[in-house]
């Protein structure tokens, strides 16, 4: 079992940054991806970004120049910063693991970002 713990999430002005962090409980697995999703209200989740432990990452599009990935060498830990925050990037913001072999994928409780225009 793996256990995500998030942090960083709350009320910030439009333009503002903020920087998500999460920290995974491995114990005796190993994490292959790590990264971030987001869900607002009335909406599907979406990427955000994840980090392959090779360091490769994916961004979402929409968001691609605003945020950055990164993680701990250890890949227990993934962080995401956040530029420029828009109203429309008020959601809850969901960690994400998928662990190496069999490719199970754990998920964070939520940590909600809400960006006051």
């Known amino acids: 079992q793996v256990q995500l713990m998030e942090s960083g999430g709350g009320l910030v002005q439009a333009g503002e940054s903020l920087r998500l962090s999460c920290v995974a409980s491995?114990?005796?697995?190993?994490?292959?991806?790590m990264g971030w999703y987001r869900q607002a209200a009335g909406k599907q989740r979406e990427l955000v970004a994840i980090?392959?432990?090779?360091?490769?990452?994916r961004y979402a599009d929409s968001l691609e120049g605003r945020v950055t990935i990164s993680r701990s060498r250890a890949m227990d830990t993934v962080y995401l910063r956040m530029n420029n925050l828009k109203p429309e990037d008020t959601a809850v913001y969901y960690c994400?693991?998928?662990?190496?072999?069999?490719?199970?994928?754990?998920w964070g409780q939520g940590t909600q970002v809400t960006v006051s225009s």
């Open positions: 994400y693991a998928k662990l190496s072999g069999y490719g199970t994928v754990y």
């Open positions: 980090i392959h432990v090779s360091g490769n990452t």
């Open positions: 491995v114990s005796r697995f190993s994490i292959d991806t």
